[in-house]
């Protein structure tokens, strides 16, 4: 019986010929990730363990990206447990003010993550490594702590639902655009402890960034990962950013997958997500009411990249936000940062009447800066609605690509690029 | 392994934030988050819970954040099991991780009420209503998550190991 890609990946991590869905194995670990949340929480547990070191100073990254610069006492003690720790263990990987950058745009960025590795992080959404062909998986801290411990994890080997990509997009729709709809189609439990593998001719037509998007949402549907095949674009991201060695897995021909779709991108439109799940999406033209908004927000480990910024800066030359909409943008890294000043986008932005914000989570999980008041409502290109996501229980989220929140911010209302222009 | 007592009954989608509230986060005591467990949902809860009492759920419980707060602070609250028709995730992982055993069994999780009492057998994965006289079949744990769950957590089973 053949092998998906998730589960060839899994099974040489674990030394083992052949796995097969719903089997626990143990594999080995390239990478483990903690933030400045979840790693306080996992280094305490670290210290009930036996052996007293990290399984490898070079294979544990630690990224301040939540609360950072600290927003308050609480979030600066976090981050200097984690700074003790870094230091003590001599962690090579330590991300904090001045190299910092939202987690999961960071590491693929720095070169950590390369095909083919297994790679867990005390953080959801750390499934958007899959863009780069690699297995990766959010846990929680006991995981983080067992996983710096021992270089060591369990799983158990997941069934796989496969998409197939056909079709080219449409001008201004997105990763964010095909991953939405994916959500809507199939549910936030729609793939609960399956592995979403995306192939087909249609993925040629993304790029990176639209996969890292991608890959980013599966936790939003339930899964435990999201993958796409290693192709020149993935080879090439790579040889920039790593100096690591990769390795390609490809699915056995044979390869058993639960259910299959097949998804032609040219027909998919702009999507929009309406509180407060991510499933409740409507395309651009169903929405038939003015959604009048208060806060735009561009940015998060879902679309902070280069790409969303110069998307959102193409919408938003020459124009000006609304005068009652707040809208802010954070690049997700510091390179990005210098990449979009030197590109010019910076100067658009504050010329249009947005903030730009150094690189952090911000207000993606209501933590930190452009809270909602009660009755208030965002259009938002991070990745979760939930009720009170954002800030006040009575507020509200919706989520889009940087095309309809740039767009948006400018009309005052959920508004695609096109109706700019009418 | 064996538990047995009262069951709490809820729905659908019972996620983290109502298993442990935000605003409890900054606490890692696990008696002070047991005494907001389910708070949300349920005010009672926390009144009537006995030790080795049972909580069954229908789909995606446990669902949202990688908080380890939450199955923390139900282990916490004296509760011995947790059955569900399916778990999100990162709470089935956490659960384990943390020795709070949890079945997944459809059928039971489907026709077990508030109130009735049940007997389950971890080795065999046999869940028994002895309030109506229904037995079910869960998934049986596999022997390594049993040894983790004895160990009262991964922690404890990598210290043993
Ligand atoms: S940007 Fe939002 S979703 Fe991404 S890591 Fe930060 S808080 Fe989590």
């Known amino acids: ?422 | 392994m064996q538990a047995k007592g009262r069951v709490f009954k809820y729905g659908n989608n019972v996620d983290t934030d109502v298993i442990i509230p935000a605003r409890y986060l900054n606490s890692s005591d696990p008696v002070e988050l047991a005494s907001h467990c389910m708070e949300d949902l349920d005010q009672n809860f926390v009144k009537k819970v006995q030790k080795g009492d049972i909580i069954v759920a229908n789909k995606n419980f446990g669902c949202g954040s990688s908080r380890e707060h939450a199955p923390i602070a139900i282990k916490a609250s004296g509760v011995a099991c947790v059955i569900a028709e399916t778990f999100a995730r990162i709470f089935y992982r956490n659960s384990i991780n943390i020795g709070l055993p949890i079945i997944e069994c459809p059928e039971a999780a489907r026709e077990i009420e508030a109130e009735d009492e049940v007997k389950i057998d971890f080795d065999s994965g046999i869940i028994y209503d002895c309030t109506k006289g229904i037995q079910y079949k869960g998934q049986a744990f596999p022997e390594f998550m049993q040894k983790i769950i004895k160990a009262e957590g991964l922690i404890n089973y990598i210290n043993h190991q």
């Open chain 1, 1 to 422: 019986m053949g092998m998906t890609m998730t589960q060839k990946i899994l099974s040489a991590a674990a030394d083992l010929d052949h796995v097969k869905a719903g089997q626990l194995i143990e594999t080995n670990l390239n990478l483990v990730l903690g933030n400045d949340i979840t790693s306080p929480v996992a280094i305490h547990e670290m210290k009930k363990i036996t052996k007293k070191n990290v399984f490898h100073k070079d294979k544990i990254a630690l990224v301040m990206d939540h609360f950072i610069p600290n927003k308050d006492i609480k979030s600066a003690e976090h981050c200097k447990c984690v700074r003790e720790f870094s230091y003590k263990y001599e962690i090579t990987n330590y991300f904090d003010v001045g190299d910092m950058g939202i987690e999961h745009a960071l590491l693929p960025e720095k070169g950590l993550v390369v095909a083919g590795d297994v790679v867990i992080g005390a953080d959801s959404h750390t499934c958007t490594y899959g863009a780069l062909g690699a297995f990766s998986t959010g846990v929680g801290s006991t995981d983080m702590a067992a996983g710096m411990a021992t270089g060591k994890a369990w799983f158990k080997v997941p069934f796989a639902i496969r998409f197939h990509l056909i079709g080219q997009p449409s001008i201004w729709v997105s990763g964010k655009d095909i991953i939405l709809h994916i959500i809507g189609m199939i549910g936030v439990d729609g793939a609960l402890y399956k592995s979403m593998e995306f192939v087909g001719e249609g993925v040629d037509s993304l790029s990176m960034d639209d996969r890292f998007t991608i890959a980013n949402m599966a936790i939003e549907a339930g899964g435990k990962n999201g993958i796409f095949p290693v192709d020149d674009q993935a080879i090439a991201y790579m040889k920039k950013h790593s100096q690591r060695q990769f390795k390609i897995y490809e699915a056995d021909p044979d390869a058993i997958y639960e259910k299959e779709y097949t998804i032609d991108l040219s027909k998919l439109k702009l999507t929009i997500a309406f509180p407060h799940l991510p499933e409740n999406t409507k395309t651009i033209d169903e929405i038939s009411e003015d959604i009048k908004i208060d806060q735009s927000v561009i940015g998060s480990c879902t679309n902070g990249r280069m790409n969303d910024l110069r998307v959102a800066a193409k919408i938003l030359k020459g124009r000006k936000v609304k005068k009652d909409v707040r809208c802010i943008v954070i690049p997700a890294t510091q390179a990005i940062y210098l990449q979009a000043m030197e590109e010019g986008l910076l100067k658009i932005f504050i010329e249009a009447g947005a903030v730009v914000s150094t690189p952090t989570c911000g207000p993606c999980l209501g933590g930190y800066m452009g809270i909602l008041a009660a009755g208030e409502r965002c259009i938002s290109t991070t990745n979760r609605n939930f009720v009170g996501r954002m800030g006040h229980v009575n507020s509200e989220v919706y989520l889009s690509s940087p095309a309809v929140a740039a767009a948006s911010a400018v009309a005052g209302k959920i508004s695609s690029p096109e109706e700019l222009n009418a």
